[in-house]
């Protein structure tokens, strides 16, 4: 397992760049790992999602939310979500919020 | 009297009062289930119905004949379930159901309308769907007569009932279209939310590669935002587009209405439940099984009969005052047809992802598990068989529930 160095702290990454121990996570790395998904600025929106999401992993056992709960819980609709973190929503707030990728469906 | 209350007579609701009832001393049970309609899908059929495999004969049957003597079978759609009331309020003449345990069993199904352009005037002209046997049939008119181009089959958004069944059709029109002798003819495109072929690691790359094979060409990562039907696109929410001239859409899969109105569901209406005992977290007395149930497993058949055999031992014990054991394990195997006469089957559970193997007997099979051959065709074809004969009356099959790892390997 490799390690990274984000707003100073050293955390664990797996090989896609996802923080694999969330409780190392903090709100000051959020602006450097957005940067690293394209993402120049964090917006209160983008915090929404963000704080909507930590909060969600938490009673799911640490699962990253799906785009769809993400919709439901935040009020946020696809297309804004894909507006503040283009390409793939769910995947990128998951990196930007220090949580594993989402692992889809099964 | 106690009173077992079953909603939906469908594959797992037909399942467990089977188990159930000789389980549950006559004399101290009554069990009830309610259904809205009296025809009884196969629907892992469905898919064979745009090929001309199979007709409607072959995939309908009387619910009532799968219910066992001394099972109350009414007809009826259920309007809402009152889990602080422990009763359940039917269509017919506002009718209440009291109960002293209830299983939830009212499946999922597709929602065209939820995704714009889909359900409109090219509705059954142009776009088709195969999850439903009015889809199934109406494609299988088109297709007969169907001179070729570019064929997209797109998920909308997953979980999806059998995630096999978009690349099991693509498969099988890959083989049909060769038949037909206008393969060369057919563009085949898969437009999927998932990063690819499939969900998990090691099948996706085994079932990507057979896909190369075969000519279909995966869009991966699309989730489509709205179809026109007028230009023949698909539009994805990154302002991807796709265009075809015939789309196979799996629309949005959910739970019933039911499930909302009660205010027992999640954001697609499936009812949460521990996913090892199907318990609901918030009602000590209400469970759910089959598709209704939103746990990670697949939503399949298969599935559900494993469930069913798990959730009926755990049942006899929680009425006699024990704690339910955590014994399902997520198991799902499914049959994946190929085309030409062949089939794969995987075989995994919450912690195994699908592997290549043998099974059910190690190093012997019959079936090979990541790996085309013929024999895993007739275990599909012979499934429909053991459905409605077998699975669906409750009675074993030579298949433990929970998944076993002798026979698998990891390369
Ligand atoms: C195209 C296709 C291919 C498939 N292939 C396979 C396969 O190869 N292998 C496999 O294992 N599985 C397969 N499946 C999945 C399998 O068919 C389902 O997982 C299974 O039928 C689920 O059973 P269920 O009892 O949960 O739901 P269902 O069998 O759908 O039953 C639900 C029942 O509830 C009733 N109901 C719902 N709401 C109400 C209400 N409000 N009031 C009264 N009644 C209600 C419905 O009328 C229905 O009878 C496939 C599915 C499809 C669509």
Redo the contacts with the bound molecule.
């Keep these: 397992m490799a390690t990274r160095t984000i707003a100073g702290k050293t955390v664990q990454v797996n090989d896609e760049g996802f923080m694999t121990n969330a409780a190392e996570w903090t709100r000051e790395m959020a602006p450097e790992l957005a940067q690293g998904e394209g993402i120049a600025e964090l917006t209160p929106a983008h915090w929404k999602v963000i704080d909507f999401c930590r909060e969600s992993a938490s009673n799911l056992d640490g699962k990253s939310p799906t785009l769809r709960q993400i919709t439901t819980g935040t009020g946020i609709s696809t297309k804004e979500l894909f507006a503040l973190f283009p390409k793939g929503p769910a995947k990128k707030v998951a990196k930007i919020s220090g949580l594993g990728k989402p692992e889809g469906c099964v | 009297m106690k009173q077992l209350l079953v909603?939906?007579?469908?594959?797992?609701?037909?399942m467990v009062v089977n188990k159930l009832r000789p389980l549950l001393d006559a004399d101290e049970w009554k069990i009830t289930i309610?259904?809205?309609?009296e025809t009884?899908?196969?629907?892992?059929?469905?898919?064979f119905i745009p090929f001309g495999m199979y007709s409607k004969n072959d995939v309908v049957k009387p619910?009532r004949d799968f219910i066992p003597p001394g099972v109350e079978l009414i007809m009826?759609?259920?309007?809402v379930i009152e889990p602080e009331h422990n009763r359940v309020r039917l269509?017919k003449e506002g009718r209440y159901l009291n109960y002293d345990f209830l299983v939830i069993?009212?499946?999922?199904?597709t929602h065209p309308e939820q995704t714009p352009g889909l359900q409109e005037h090219e509705w059954n002209r142009s776009i088709y769907d195969?999850?439903t046997i009015e889809g199934?049939l109406a494609l299988a008119r088109h297709l007969r007569t169907w001179q070729g181009g570019r064929l997209v089959v797109n998920v909308v958004e997953n979980p999806i009932?059998?995630p096999?069944?978009p690349l099991?059709f693509l498969m099988l029109a890959d083989w049909f279209f060769h038949e037909q002798g206008i393969r060369d003819r057919v563009e085949l495109i898969y437009a999927t939310p998932l990063s690819g072929a499939f969900t998990k690691p090691i099948a996706s790359k085994h079932l990507g590669d057979i896909l190369v094979q075969k000519g279909i060409q995966v869009e991966p990562e699309f989730l489509v935002m709205e179809v026109d039907p007028d230009a023949k696109k698909l539009v994805s929410y990154d302002e991807r587009e796709v265009g075809y001239d015939l789309l196979v859409t799996v629309p949005l899969n959910m739970g019933?209405?039911?499930i909302a109105r009660s205010g027992l569901g999640d954001e697609l209406n499936y009812v949460p439940v521990n996913k090892h005992t199907f318990l609901s977290p918030k009602y000590a007395n209400i469970f759910a099984?089959?598709?209704?149930a939103g746990v990670p497993t697949s939503?399949?058949?298969?599935?559900?009969?494993f469930a069913v055999d798990c959730f009926a031992e755990n049942f006899e014990r929680y009425i006699d005052g024990l704690e339910m054991l955590p014994t399902f394990d997520g198991h799902a195997?499914?049959?994946i047809e190929s085309g030409f006469g062949k089939g794969l089957l995987i075989d995994f559970n919450y912690e195994v992802e699908p592997l290549p193997g043998r099974y059910p007997l190690p190093g012997v099979g019959p079936f090979t598990l990541l790996q085309e051959s013929e024999m895993n065709h007739w275990g599909?074809m012979m499934?429909r068989w053991m459905y409605w004969n077998i699975l669906l009356k409750g009675q074993p099959l030579p298949l433990p529930a929970r998944m076993s790892m002798s026979g698998k390997w990891r390369q």
């Design positions: 909603l939906g007579a469908g594959t797992a609701g037909t309610v259904d809205q309609h009884h899908y196969y629907q892992p059929g469905f898919l619910k009826s759609p259920v309007e269509v069993a009212t499946g999922a199904r195969f999850y199934a009932k059998c096999v069944a099991e019933d209405e039911l099984l089959g598709d209704a939503k399949a058949g298969s599935v559900a009969h195997n499914c049959f599909k499934f």
